[in-house]
């Protein structure tokens, strides 16, 4: 049973707009939530977490949203650019060290 | 750092054969873990390792999968024998560990994608 679920598996959106990401959960014991990007061909790599105790976290460009009452976070990217062209993996952690994925989104950035 | 290195990167192969796939992780990383990606299912925990030894394996499909880890710098992932549903990409990733911290980011090899015809 998919406890992370990434409703939209595709997102296209211009060259310096606003993206925006959703993911929802069911498992109210996550406590640690984290956003992976991946380019084909390679890895995931960490792009930004956020912890429960917290609803906001930003890093330059990115910007974690959490509402813990909603199970439901969501990830900003502003400006969009054609670099963030990629898969984003939504993952959540209960304190175990587990990470449970979501499906993942695909973003596609036009010029 | 070299990063958790996979290999092979592909590997194509009958069904009924043995598959098997290895990983380095990053050097003084105490947690490994293995993932398999598919269209329908996502990225999803096969099992991990701490310290060498499996901390959950709940994530293992059948009886046909195998995961050893008989050093802190040696991972391997075995099929036997494969199937054409096995067919996905197999990521390894590494995790140090820190004290009085619920959770570390996970450092992904480049993955292994395995057809099984």
């Known amino acids: 049973d998919q406890q992370v679920k990434q409703n939209s598996p595709s997102l296209s959106v211009q060259e310096g707009r606003i993206s925006i990401l959703n993911c929802d959960y069911t498992?109210?014991?996550?406590?640690?939530f984290l956003w992976y990007k991946k380019y084909p061909a390679e890895g995931p790599t960490f792009l930004i977490s956020?912890?429960?105790?917290?609803d906001k976290n930003e890093d330059g460009r990115f910007t974690v949203f959490l509402n813990k009452s909603a199970k439901h976070l969501s990830l900003h990217i502003v400006p969009s650019q054609p670099g963030d062209s990629a898969v984003y993996f939504c993952?959540?952690?209960?304190?175990?060290?587990?990470?449970?994925f979501g499906a993942g989104t695909t973003v596609t950035v036009r010029a | 750092d070299a990063g958790v290195i996979q290999s092979p990167r592909h590997e194509v192969t009958e069904m009924g054969q043995e598959v098997t796939l290895r990983c380095k992780p990053i050097?003084?990383?105490?947690?490994l873990f293995w993932y398999r990606q598919t269209m329908m299912r996502g990225l999803e925990l096969l099992i991990y390792?701490?310290?060498?030894?499996?901390?959950?394996d709940s994530g293992m499909p059948e009886d046909r999968f195998s995961a050893k880890m008989p050093n802190a710098s040696f991972s391997t992932l075995k099929i036997q024998p494969s199937e054409p549903r096995d067919s996905a990409v197999y990521f390894c990733?590494?995790?140090?560990?820190?004290?009085?911290?619920?959770?570390?980011?996970?450092?992904f090899g480049p993955g292994t994608r395995l057809t099984v015809l």
């Open positions: 990733a590494s995790s140090p560990w820190t004290s009085g911290v619920s959770y570390n980011e996970q450092f």
């Open positions: 498992n109210s014991m996550f406590d640690y």
């Open positions: 956020i912890s429960s105790i917290k």
């Open positions: 993952a959540a952690s209960a304190s175990d060290y587990k990470l449970s």
């Open positions: 050097s003084g990383h105490d947690y």
């Open positions: 390792f701490n310290n060498n030894v499996p901390i959950d």
